[in-house]
T-cell receptor, first 111, second 114 residues
Framework: GDSVTQMEGPVTLSEEAFLTINCTYT??????LFWYVQYPGEGLQLLLK?????DKGSNKGFEATYRKETTSFHLEKGSVQVSDSAVYFCALIDNTDKLIFGTGTRLQVFP | GAGVSQSPSNKVTEKGKDVELRCDPISGHTALYWYRQSLGQGLEFLIYFQGNSAPDKSGLPSDRFSAERTGGSVSTLTIQRTQQEDSAVYLC????????????FGPGTRLLVL
């Protein structure tokens, strides 16, 4: 079945550092891809998405590009803030219309 | 406005006991999902309700797990004869449409089975 693989955390960075969280997927066809974020004490929320190859999703300074050739959807941000500390989940919609999530990557940003 | 709420936020129980977890979706949302997040695992789909249609139970891990949704609103996930491997965070999400990407998630219930 379809699956998502994310880099293990935690990722620990200083404020204003560059962030990359790797995500690769295995799927039949070309699924829509997503990044969700879970801030401490809050529910999971959609951060960004891309629906076809070469699309770039962006929100709150975060970006991810749908790379068909490498089956990847890596999350990047040029300058992280303490407030970005959270758990980030990569996900796809499979051919039964269900969201399939990765294991999540915890990001810790220190001032 | 009010988001998805879940109760209790934390639950500690003894092995073999039954537990009920509650989800209050956003008013008017026709779709409701339950997920489980075990330590080191991604979110695992459990069950999906859409309007008055029969629920998609394909993700329930065993017959000890069941869920119902009364009146198209509140949902209860019941775990009978709990086991230690049931310890996890149980997340509920609701959506105004059939599209899974429009889900709004609750804060979860953290279940610990001793």
């Amino acid at each position: 079945g379809d699956s998502v693989t994310q880099m293990e955390g935690p990722v620990t960075l200083s404020e204003e550092a560059f962030l990359t969280i790797n995500c690769t997927y295995t799927a039949t066809g070309y699924p829509s891809l997503f990044w969700y974020v879970q801030y401490p004490g809050e529910g999971l929320q959609l951060l960004l998405k891309a629906t076809k190859a070469d699309d770039k999703g962006s929100n709150k300074g975060f970006e991810a590009t749908y790379r068909k050739e490498t089956t990847s959807f890596h999350l990047e941000k040029g300058s992280v803030q303490v407030s970005d500390s959270a758990v980030y989940f990569c996900a796809l919609i499979d051919n039964t219309d269900k969201l399939i999530f990765g294991t999540g990557t915890r990001l810790q940003v220190f001032p | 406005g009010a988001g998805v709420s879940q109760s209790p936020s934390n639950k500690v129980t003894e092995k073999g006991k039954d537990v009920e977890l509650r989800c209050d979706p956003i008013s008017g949302h026709t779709a409701l999902y339950w997920y489980r997040q075990s330590l080191g695992q991604g979110l695992e789909f459990l069950i999906y309700f859409q309007g008055n249609s029969a629920p998609d139970k394909s993700g329930l891990p065993s017959d000890r797990f069941s869920a119902e949704r009364t009146g198209g609103s509140v949902s209860t996930l019941t775990i009978q004869r709990t086991q230690q491997e049931d310890s996890a965070v149980y997340l509920c999400a609701s959506s105004p449409s059939r599209s899974p990407e429009t889900q709004y998630f609750g804060p979860g219930t953290r279940l610990l089975v001793l």
